[in-house]
């Protein structure tokens, strides 16, 4: 069984940071992409970034571009969003993604507020 856990969330002041993990299970997880998302309340979950399964190669979008920072350790079967310089706007709940066989499997996320 799939099983993505995400820890980290918290409430930072605009321009603070936060570091999100995910403890991942269930799946071969050096073998497969991750990927983080979020979800604001009124709108739609968003593609945040995405790290491919030995970690050479990651993309991020537009909006969070040179602020985060995603990483896996494979030997802890953890991925990671190092997520600097906040802004209110990147508040949400954060979610831990993996793809297996077109399925798409999601953790219970973690919240994340920033605010002054």
């Known amino acids: 069984q799939v099983q993505l856990v995400e820890s980290g969330g918290g409430l930072v002041q605009p321009g603070g940071s936060l570091r999100l993990s995910c403890a991942a299970s269930?799946?071969?997880?050096?073998?497969?992409?991750m990927s983080w998302y979020r979800q604001a309340p009124g709108k739609e979950r968003e593609s945040v970034a995405l790290?491919?399964?030995?970690?050479?190669?990651?993309n991020y979008a537009d909006s969070v571009n040179g602020r985060f920072t995603i990483s896996r350790d494979n030997a802890k079967n953890t991925v990671y969003l190092q997520m600097n310089s906040l802004r209110p706007e990147d508040t949400a709940v954060y979610y831990c993604?993996?793809?297996?066989?077109?399925?798409?499997?999601w953790g219970q996320g973690t919240q994340v507020t920033v605010s002054s």
């Open positions: 269930g799946f071969p997880f050096s073998s497969n992409a």
């Open positions: 993604n993996t793809r297996t066989w077109g399925v798409h499997y």
């Open positions: 790290i491919t399964s030995a970690g050479g190669t990651t």
